[in-house]
């Protein structure tokens, strides 16, 4: 083809009608279809990653996070002090820009954070509030289903797989996101003394945590599953990602008692003893606990940031439940009311119902299970009842649902 012939393959314009026309190896492009593509893959690539964008991200003060957090999550106020520092502190560190001079040569480390706290507590709706208001990325990974690499199960690094597949493989935001490890608990090694076979889904385990949780550069599979030579891997740097780890540490409470009662001796055990609330140890949890329940010196040494959460009892679940923003109570007005039918309960309902989840000890969790023992049916018919615009759930009709289900059935939680 002549020169003066050559035209734009996709606008169809001659080469003397544009400014410049791009030669490939079959075909032609202009500067105006480049900008025309250009803005086109920007704008695409913008809804993509809308869910995570750096320009929403907004660093709040310790005490605006705890306000925020009260909005969503009731009690646990040493908690979220704790977690709104750290948080912050994470994120400053992030954000803070290289020194100009030699002489400030301060390093600061990240600070991972352990969760310690009974079922229902609230540990994994601390760690999503934190990451929604902050708008960065935020994954939930149960640690009961990683093994130690070649062994059924699924590697460490498919935590990083979850994370970057909330970012839209968004490799940046990723690598600024929230990891919460739940179940941390459960890979705690199966005694007190260092292995000498292979202990694939416990020590094992969080040997090979401890790249992810110092910070270091981890080949990620983009889709998940096992590694392969000829598999395309993603490099993610982990030293700005901030890991959040929960469990329930049953039986913890023990550890903490024996290390309590070995450090009272002298003249002072008896006041020392009598000021120690034995209803709540979790709130005197240290890393030697830590280190006793299972988990190995270096895990426990890159999660330096320990705090517990505080058994619910029945005023917290009662608020848990018409309080917050999202409270249950809230949720299923809203559901009734997208079918028109106004909802309205009587305050011993309220009573009721916490008391039925002490009694079953499901915490703050159970209270979903136990109102839809009780709004089941009436979600089933009344959306087709068109003469019912009004429910008003009475104690005695609570009641009667309640005893109507086995009780079996509201202990799997």
């Given at each position: 083809?002549?020169?003066?012939?050559?035209?734009?393959?996709?606008?169809?314009?001659?080469?003397?009608?544009?400014?410049?026309?791009?030669?490939?190896?079959?075909?032609?492009?202009?500067?105006?279809?480049?900008?025309?593509?250009?803005?086109?893959?920007?704008?695409?690539?913008?809804?993509?990653?809308?869910?995570?964008?750096?320009?929403?991200?907004?660093?709040?003060?310790?005490?605006?996070?705890?306000?925020?957090?009260?909005?969503?999550?009731?009690?646990?106020?040493?908690?979220?002090?704790?977690?709104?520092v750290a948080v912050y502190n994470h994120y400053k560190?992030?954000?803070?820009?290289?020194?100009?001079?030699?002489?400030?040569?301060?390093?600061?480390?990240?600070?991972?954070?352990?969760?310690?706290?009974?079922?229902?507590?609230?540990?994994?709706?601390?760690?999503?509030?934190?990451?929604?208001?902050?708008?960065?990325?935020?994954?939930?990974?149960?640690?009961?289903?990683?093994?130690?690499?070649?062994?059924?199960?699924?590697?460490?690094?498919?935590?990083?797989?979850?994370?970057?597949?909330?970012?839209?493989?968004?490799?940046?935001?990723?690598?600024?996101?929230?990891?919460?490890?739940?179940?941390?608990?459960?890979?705690?090694?199966?005694?007190?003394?260092?292995?000498?076979?292979?202990?694939?889904?416990?020590?094992?385990?969080?040997?090979?945590?401890?790249?992810?949780?110092?910070?270091?550069?981890?080949?990620?599979?983009?889709?998940?599953?096992?590694?392969?030579?000829?598999?395309?891997?993603?490099?993610?740097?982990?030293?700005?990602?901030?890991?959040?780890?929960?469990?329930?540490?049953?039986?913890?409470?023990?550890?903490?008692?024996?290390?309590?009662?070995?450090?009272?001796?002298?003249?002072?055990?008896?006041s020392e003893r009598e000021k120690i609330d034995k209803?709540?140890?979790?709130?005197?949890?240290?890393?030697?606990?830590?280190?006793?329940?299972?988990?190995?010196?270096?895990?426990?040494?890159?999660?330096?940031?320990?705090?517990?959460?505080?058994?619910?009892?029945?005023?917290?679940?009662?608020?848990?439940?018409?309080?917050?923003?999202?409270?249950?109570?809230?949720?299923?007005?809203?559901?009734?009311?997208?079918?028109?039918?106004?909802?309205?309960?009587?305050?011993?309902?309220?009573?009721?119902?916490?008391?039925?989840?002490?009694?079953?000890?499901?915490?703050?969790?159970?209270?979903?299970?136990?109102?839809?023992?009780?709004?089941?049916?009436?979600?089933?018919?009344?959306?087709?009842?068109?003469?019912?615009?009004?429910?008003?759930?009475?104690?005695?009709?609570?009641?009667?649902?309640?005893?109507?289900?086995?009780?079996?059935?509201?202990?799997?939680?």
């Amino acid at each position: 083809m002549a020169k003066d012939q050559e035209k734009c393959s996709f606008c169809g314009k001659r080469k003397s009608d544009v400014s410049l026309l791009i030669a490939g190896l079959d075909a032609h492009i202009c500067d105006a279809c480049v900008a025309q593509a250009d803005a086109i893959v920007h704008e695409e690539l913008g809804a993509l990653n809308k869910n995570v964008d750096p320009k929403k991200f907004e660093l709040l003060k310790p005490i605006d996070m705890k306000k925020h957090l009260d909005q969503y999550v009731i009690g646990q106020d040493d908690a979220k002090r704790i977690l709104s520092v750290a948080v912050y502190n994470h994120y400053k560190r992030i954000s803070q820009k290289p020194s100009k001079t030699k002489t400030d040569d301060v390093e600061i480390e990240k600070s991972n954070i352990i969760l310690v706290g009974e079922t229902g507590t609230g540990k994994t709706l601390l760690a999503r509030t934190i990451a929604k208001m902050l708008h960065v990325p935020f994954c939930i990974a149960d640690a009961t289903v990683l093994t130690e690499a070649g062994y059924v199960g699924e590697d460490v690094e498919s935590v990083l797989t979850r994370l970057l597949q909330v970012a839209d493989y968004n490799v940046e935001a990723a690598e600024k996101g929230i990891v919460f490890i739940d179940e941390i608990d459960k890979i705690a090694r199966k005694s007190d003394n260092p292995s000498i076979t292979r202990d694939v889904s416990g020590e094992g385990v969080q040997q090979a945590m401890l790249k992810l949780l110092e910070g270091s550069v981890v080949n990620v599979a983009p889709q998940g599953g096992r590694k392969h030579p000829e598999q395309r891997m993603i490099q993610i740097n982990t030293e700005n990602i901030l890991f959040i780890c929960g469990g329930a540490f049953g039986g913890i409470d023990k550890v903490i008692g024996s290390r309590l009662k070995t450090n009272m001796i002298g003249y002072t055990s008896a006041s020392e003893r009598e000021k120690i609330d034995k209803d709540n140890l979790l709130q005197y949890i240290a890393p030697q606990d830590l280190k006793a329940y299972g988990l190995i010196p270096e895990l426990v040494g890159r999660l330096p940031i320990i705090t517990h959460l505080n058994p619910l009892n029945a005023e917290t679940l009662k608020r848990i439940l018409t309080e917050p923003k999202n409270a249950l109570t809230k949720q299923y007005m809203k559901l009734f009311d997208i079918d028109h039918i106004q909802l309205s309960f009587d305050e011993a309902v309220f009573d009721l119902i916490v008391q039925k989840s002490i009694e079953y000890k499901l915490g703050a969790r159970g209270l979903r299970t136990i109102m839809e023992v009780i709004m089941t049916d009436a979600m089933f018919e009344m959306p087709s009842q068109n003469e019912e615009h009004e429910l008003h759930v009475t104690l005695k009709l609570a009641e009667e649902k309640i005893n109507k289900i086995d009780r079996s059935l509201l202990m799997v939680a």
